[in-house]
Nanobody, 116 residues
């Protein structure tokens, strides 16, 4: 089993910044993928950004140039630096860890609200 604990959400004005953190513990494979997804009210959960344990990243087009995903493998922690936030970034942000070929795990979610 894997446990994920997220932190860093909150309320920010448009144009502001937030940094999300997600610490993983438990049975974590050496090669894994960690990432952030978000779900706005009435919408499907969507991928925001993912990063492999060897540092390869993928972003959804709408956040490219504004968000940066990074990780500290020694701490089993993934971060999402969010800059130039827009009201449309408002959502519950979920952390995910994939032990490839075995299972995926989710955090409890953290609310990000961007006011206009």
């Amino acid at each position: 089993q894997v446990q994920l604990v997220e932190s860093g959400g909150g309320l920010v004005q448009a144009g502001g910044s937030l940094r999300l953190s997600c610490a993983a513990s438990g049975s974590i494979f050496s090669f894994n993928v960690m990432g952030w997804y978000r779900q706005a009210p009435g919408k499907e959960r969507e991928l925001v950004a993912i990063i492999t344990s060897d540092g390869r990243t993928t972003y959804v087009d709408s956040v490219k140039g504004r968000f940066t995903i990074s990780r500290d493998n020694a701490k089993n922690t993934v971060y999402l630096q969010m800059n130039s936030l827009k009201p449309e970034d408002t959502a519950v942000y979920y952390c995910q860890l994939k032990n490839l070929g075995v299972a995926s795990y989710w955090g409890q979610g953290t609310q990000v609200t961007v006011s206009s």
